[in-house]
């Protein structure tokens, strides 16, 4: 699929409505009428072969009929039909389509082959489809879906993989006060995904915000990549669905589509910097405050309160979500001392009492945030930053009310509402508890776009959302990021997976995953196998001693019952009598038709000499949508029942990366030594990290890939127990 | 305090209000307009000495001015004057007081002696007090509050400890649709607490739920014996704040109270069942539920959606939640696969597609719940059960909504209600996803208690609850536990602190330890201090060989560093040799004044002769409210960086709480035996938890302990490591 501009989607100078109808019950009628009373201002015709004119529209019986050129088609017909339209869609030279018909991949059998059909037409013809099986596309210049109302317009963007989520929240979003950029429904992702239009809404003026409700990502490499850039201009929040069992049942029935781990979406959401919403509520609340409140410069609020319990659970919902309080400098702390009554609280957060009128929040306000002419604003906060590095301004700012005798709500709103125009760059959101008394004031916040909550526990979870999108601007795009990849033998490991799947084994052995490891250069004991006598006696000085040796054969699993081992061989002659030794065992005691390839000779490590030894376990699991996930955690055999593990994808796995996966796990603070220990060498750990990840990449065909114990030194590491598993 | 039944707080046959006014703008006349306008039927006295007339009541000019008996006193005059009032009523006989007077322990200094004083008297005089500092109280007989609404009336009692949280809790619910049995603010709690009016609620007719608001409890114990009882009857939610570090700071700068722990708190809630809402939109919506749904026989759900992404929404909720999925016996899912269109899905969550009409769900819940006459209902579900013992009815149901073309919501709302009569007890919420489309819909269901919530995941936050209060009622009440005590001789253990005091020291030594562990029966190495050479000769044998040596001293902290250790004593002579070496090293190298208590002989364990040797943690710390909480987990020199430990109250610790305490660590899992290891001698750890609970309990003074490690072994376990702290 060629990249293009989607620009003739958000504003085409011509649409086609291919099965326009007359008849006010079908979706061919309900489009028409959506596009005309949208106000577009282009050229629309509808087609269908048995109309004259419909809505007013002069009516042709196909799109070849059409004289002049046209944008966009939207296809209405039912599914048989669909492939044959599209190839007079093709000759007509149309650019775009939105395919609202249903009965494609999602229905299985004859749908999917009629998915694949279409989809070739178009990637042929250079034209770029929207759907099959969704309900269409609004932009702020025309409505071409068969929604029943037309939502507000505004500045966040919202994209459904789901048509009926999307006709639920728009009707939801009614109630209130943000509007949409484009309203645009996925269906089943032929051919356009949520990556072609974030791409295009990345640049477009009129988006602030972009929402997206998804079962599933198709395209993850070009996800990781094309977001990653995104998030740096402006916030990307995903309801990512299917997360459960029961729910990746309920995905798969429903659009056909495979979904992918949800470890490996949350792992992708961090990497891209996309902000995650748990539940339809949270992307709301989120594509608000983005929409209309600026973002904190810094991590230091302040909670405003006329209550003790209120602020006290304002508080706890804070430091819930890891926001910071503000410390006041002296001077702020003396003027609210002096000017609010005894029983006020002056620390943050601030509890300005039961008797607060509008004025005393008014006092508050202006104090907090200097605003108060007998401030000299400059001067005072220059000393205090130097003088006080903990004390500040703070950078946003909560107000709970809970109406009481003097509260006067409306009047405490009209007063935020102003004191918010003078301080701009703060984020402003406000929690008045109630119902019937607190309405007016709460509404009078809303509509003028300060978000208003009844509980401060929402009011936390959005400032949170807005802090941790700051940090997520700052990651380095993921485009500009190029691995320094190490010097390998490529070759040789091809050879090798060329062996064992001659083989016909998936499971690597020993001697094999020594040799891959050296190639990579991850350290791993000396080993070579040997297949005589005499070859063990030559081979052997080359490992150095003492060393063991072990029987090789995919049939004998358990070596030692065999006979298989025998450790601690001292010279070159012990190393011969070994390998006739192990023969006469295993052919006594192994399995009949064992296959012996030879006897595996091998470094013995003295790790009782190392002065620390820590068990490491490292491995590597493929997700189907954003590929190899590499995993480092505490190791040994208890490693499955300590669970202290940590994973990352190894798309643009980073040294940086490499170290903060790592940093992710207790083990970590071992590794750092405790208790007067030494240090291991942690720079060690990571470079296997880094060489393992471009094992992996380099090798799609690995599918698995273990070592545990991966031993940490004070100098070195050293991978023990290996095991590669390759496609069979 | 004695308790007593708190019955003419809720049913008084007369109430004076003392500080009645006739000022508009007074709380004095607020309160009297409040009960007025309440309805109340019984005798009402203002209390004024300048008014002769109050909104039509007589005013007197004290309460002993009035003849008749008084139950209740309200009083809201200024709080200097309040201690006087106080004599009289109690000259007057009257039952109970509520104080809405501010101006006490919340203000500090003054305040705090004449909140001694006001308890102190009632207390004297036998009345009960509500507050002060408060709302005031409003039952479904009056309202003696001064609210500037009277809330609906309903079956959930409600309770807070802070009056502006009351406030606004109340207005919010004026727009909900349920209501209240009672209202309590209980303010500084100079008397009665929330523990005395759960007592009361308990068994309240009048009252399904008990919701309550509470920044600390003052009455540890008895919450816990007392809430143990109650939530086997009814359910109670509490909205615990003070939680963070800000929180806390909030709330004891506000109540003057000293905020325990949160994990003490947790735990006091799961041991007595209370369900913790974490913010105010929980607190209503539990509430909700309770008062109008029933309990689930059975944590098994079906969710019915007419759309794919909002039934995966759900599906992940749920999981989330925990809650699990009926599967559907095979003759239901024949018929659903028989009548519903090819596209829907007939599992768990039901698909019912989107052009799905009121009809079709009509058919979905008719044939799911058996309603349809088609089914004979007992033979066919008694013929499931044995043999298809995994597939059933649900016990419950969320219906998903999410309006589209041919929907009908407010139909579909109809339906709903109608089925939920067919099956009273089959709980039922829903979430129709919308705004304006719903709206209708969505009310009449609220309106005749069916939740309906715009989004699923709050359907699912609801019936989780619900499915956790029928675990919390299947607990054994606390009360009815009789912990069997190890019989012990505590009168040794009283004189080891009464030397250890003497001597000036909080932390006792090694050989002290090893003392008191012995008299609990807690294994420990033998252990015993020696004063001579000959009492090291003569001792040693009752120690058995081999043993270690080491020299008891406060002053000497790293006895191997200045020669204060000897290991692997054989023998009589060499312990009688070991203790005059010892003794010149340590005067050569220890501190110049170190007190020199003696040599201590321990017991040497050869753990490396043991099959398998575990390293656990167990400790105790103490929580100011509900006592000593005991602490057990994977241990060794790690302890610290693995936290892998949980946590228990010991009031009333069971063999089956340590049972339960230990399978929450990781390290359970090891000491069971895992790759074919012998299991741990668990049973000797439970015994330890058993009588270090016993001992914290039996000396109160004990205010840490430490074991770390207690090794584990395949038979027995060994405390090595013990250090115990005491008050100073």
Same mark, same amino acid.
Do not use: W
């Given at each position: ?52 004119? /419909? ?132 269906? $089943? ?114 909670? /405003? ?68 002419? $007998?401030?000299?604003? $400059? ?142 250069? /991850? ?44 450790? $601690? ?160």
């Amino acid at each position: 699929m060629a990249e293009s501009d989607l620009g003739y989607f958000f504003n085409p100078d011509s649409i086609a409505v291919i099965g326009a109808s007359a008849n006010e019950t079908k979706i061919g009628n309900s489009v028409v009428k959506n596009i005309k009373n949208s106000g577009y201002k282009g050229k629309l015709y509808p087609i269908n072969p048995s109309a004259s004119e /419909i809505l007013g529209y002069k009516c042709y019986k196909s799109v070849l009929d059409v004289k002049e050129d046209i944008d966009i088609g939207v296809i209405v017909i039912p599914a048989k039909y669909v492939v044959n339209v599209v190839k007079e869609c093709a000759q007509k030279k149309i650019k775009g389509l939105i395919v609202i018909t249903a009965g494609f991949k999602e229905v299985g059998g004859d749908g999917v082959e009629r998915e694949l059909e279409l989809a070739k037409i178009c990637s042929e013809n250079n034209i770029r489809v929207l759907g099959p099986n969704c309900l269409g596309f609004m932009g702020l210049n025309y409505n071409a879906t068969f929604a029943a109302d037309q939502p507000k317009k505004g500045n966040i963007a919202i994209i459904s993989q789901s048509g009926a989520m999307l006709t639920g929240m728009l009707d939801y979003s009614m109630g209130r006060t943000f509007g949409f950029s484009c309203c645009i429904s996925l269906g $089943n992702k032929a051919d356009l995904t949520l990556v072609d239009f974030l791409k295009y809404l990345a640049d477009d003026d009129n988006t602030k915000v972009i929402l997206a409700y998804l079962e599933n990502v198709i395209d993850g490499d070009r996800f990781l990549e094309v977001v990653s850039e995104i998030t740096r201009e402006k916030p990307v929040v995903i309801l990512k669905s299917g997360i459960s069992e029961q729910g990746a049942k309920a995905a798969s029935s429903h659009t056909g589509a495979l979904a992918g781990s949800d470890r490996a979406y949350d792992l992708s959401f961090e990497k891209t910097g996309v902000i995650r919403a748990k539940t339809i509520e949270d992307l709301f609340d989120f594509g608000e405050i983005f929409a209309f409140q600026p973002l904190p410069k810094k991590n230091s609020f302040v909670i /405003i309160s006329n209550a003790g319990g209120p602020g006290i659970v304002a508080a706890d919902a804070f430091s819930r979500e890891g926001l910071k309080f503000a410390k006041f400098p002296e001077d702020i702390l003396h003027k609210l001392r002096k000017n609010l009554p005894a029983e006020a609280s002056i620390f943050n957060p601030v509890d300005i009492v039961g008797d607060a009128t509008p004025e005393r929040y008014r006092f508050a306000l202006n104090t907090i945030f200097r605003l108060d002419s $007998n401030f000299d604003k $400059n001067t005072i906060s220059k000393s205090t930053k130097e003088d006080m590095p903990n004390q500040e301004t703070p950078n946003g700012c909560c107000l709970i009310l809970a109406p009481q005798a003097l509260t006067r709500p409306t009047d405490v709103a009209s007063l935020v509402l102003e004191t918010s125009k003078k301080i701009p760059d703060i984020p402003m959101v406000c929690s008045f508890i109630g119902g019937k008394n607190i309405a007016e004031g709460q509404k009078l916040l809303n509509d003028n776009h300060i978000p208003c909550y009844y509980f401060p526990s929402r009011a936390a979870q959005t400032l949170k959302v807005l802090v941790k999108y700051c940090e997520n601007k700052k990651r380095q795009s993921l485009k500009s990021i190029n691995i320094k990849k190490f010097n390998v033998n490529k070759n040789r490991v091809n050879e090798i997976f060329e062996e064992v799947r001659e083989d016909n084994r998936s499971v690597l052995l020993s001697y094999e995953n020594n040799e891959i490891f050296q190639i990579y250069g /991850i350290p791993s004991p000396k080993s070579k196998i040997v297949r005589s006598p005499i070859q063990a006696f030559d081979i052997s000085n080359d490992i150095g001693f003492p060393l063991v040796a072990k029987v090789v054969s995919p049939q004998i699993l358990h070596k030692t019952d065999v006979g298989g081992v025998l450790l $601690n061989i001292l010279d070159q002659k012990q190393a011969r009598e070994a390998y006739t030794q192990i023969m006469i065992k295993v052919k006594k005691f192994g399995p009949r038709n064992a296959k012996i390839y030879g006897i595996e000779i091998q470094e013995m490590i003295d790790f009782k000499a190392q002065p620390k030894v820590s068990e490491l376990i490292l491995g590597m699991s493929k997700d189907p949508t954003f590929g190899p996930m590499i995993m480092v955690g505490t190791g040994g055999i208890y490693a499955n029942f300590i669970k202290d593990v940590a994973f990352s994808l190894t798309y643009k796995f980073t040294r940086e990366d490499a170290v903060n996966l790592l940093s992710q796990t207790k083990i970590f603070a071992l590794l750092q030594g405790v208790r007067g220990e030494p240090p291991s060498d942690i720079d060690a750990v990571i470079d296997v990290l880094l060489k393992l990840s471009q094992l992996v990449n380099d090798f799609p065909e690995i599918v698995e890939l273990d070592i545990n114990p991966l031993l940490s030194f004070v100098k070195e590491c050293s991978a023990v127990d290996i095991k590669i598993t390759i496609k069979s």
